[in-house]
């Protein structure tokens, strides 16, 4: 697995918003117009495009995203994304990432909500963002104003070429007005809405990664920290889905063996107002929700009768001490 990579010039809603468009989450690509050279479904691929120096295949070279053959005719291709769930999209990332000489002059996507099925002649689809120019070998970020949330994106290039990487960038459509008020949900789940506020450090594997579904599928697949060489620890600071009161938490440690933290602790607090910047100054002085526990290697802790009662809390600072890798973090309670 690629080490996971910042973009320091991403914009906000890249940090803020799940990834729509993230196969983990159930996210697929339906159909296209063309994927000769690379196939449709490996521009979702969740981990950084990468360029194999003398990787060939039957139809040409290897190529990490969706490629379409040169088109010889009038008209453009396009390809229809399913989003792993409703939402209303707040950005998007379309990354050309190695593609150079077989990059898209200029793109456009547009988007629709079903209640059920696939798109189809019938479909009215609505323009999200706009054709616009591209470059090889970027990423284009792309901010969308839309209000409505939706369930699959066309997107179309003119006339023809690669897609590294599309990321869609969303908030989840849940109702909460209708959830049951006495069900344990995993609040810090990334499905759900949740999201990193902030992390002192990421160096091995990003902290987002402990808000995804299932178990981790390897030592990349979670949050690591670097090797600390200096007294303190590192910590990561995340926004629940929705306020609620936390009944049951899991620390996941899979796959971390020789590389686990010697322990960790939760901070929690309900906070209104101010930015997420401002959160990480505040967490320093959260009460306490779960107290300095212990940690083995690979392994799921549970702890239900060490939580404190603080009630509804809207933000838990996930602490490790010194340093380490954390698989999954899971934050069940009853919301507010």
């Given at each position: ?89 707040k950005?998007i ?9 077989n990059?898209?002059?200029?793109a ?29 070998n ?9 209000s ?7 997107i ?43 992390t002192?450090?990421?160096h ?9 579904p ?36 899991e ?23 101010g ?12 009460q306490?929700?779960?107290p ?11 702890y ?17 001490f ?15």
């Open positions: 697995m690629a080490l996971p990579t910042l973009d320091p010039n991403a914009p906000e809603f890249v940090h803020r918003y799940v990834n729509l468009a993230d196969p983990r989450l159930g996210a697929q690509a339906l159909a296209t117009s063309d994927e000769f050279f690379a196939p449709m479904a490996r521009m979702l691929n969740p981990e950084p495009a990468v360029f194999i120096v003398g990787k060939y295949d039957d139809h040409g070279k290897w190529m990490d995203g969706w490629e379409s053959r040169r088109k010889r005719a009038a008209g453009h291709d396009w390809c229809v994304i399913k989003l792993a769930r409703a939402g209303v999209i950005g990332d379309i990354d050309t990432s190695h593609f150079t000489g990059y898209p002059p200029a456009s996507i547009e988007a629709c909500r079903l209640e059920q099925g696939s798109p189809d002649a019938q479909t009215e689809w609505t323009e999200i963002v706009a054709s616009r120019s591209l470059q090889g970027s990423h284009h970020y792309v901010d969308v104003a839309a409505e949330a939706y369930t699959h994106l066309r179309n290039i003119y006339p023809d070429g690669g897609i590294a990487r599309l990321r869609v960038y969303g908030q989840p459509l849940v109702d909460w007005a209708g959830a049951d008020r006495t069900a344990l949900i995993d609040l810090a789940a990334m499905e759900h809405g949740a999201y990193v506020v902030g002192n450090n990421q091995f594997g990003l902290a987002s990664t402990l808000l995804m299932g178990r981790g599928v390897n030592m990349g697949d979670g949050w690591e920290t670097r090797r600390r060489r200096e007294p303190g620890n590192d910590w990561c600071i995340v926004a629940l889905a929705h306020p609620g009161t936390l009944r049951k938490v620390v996941d440690t899979a796959h971390f063996k020789g590389n686990f933290p010697d322990r960790c602790s939760l901070q929690a607090a309900f906070m209104t107002g930015t997420d910047s401002s959160l990480i100054t505040q967490s320093m002085f959260w306490t929700l779960l300095e526990q212990p940690l083995q290697m690979d392994h799921v802790h549970t239900e009768k060490e939580l404190a009662a603080l009630g509804p809390v809207s933000h838990v600072r996930f602490n490790i010194p340093d380490g890798g954390v698989s999954r973090l899971r934050l069940f309670g009853t919301i507010s």
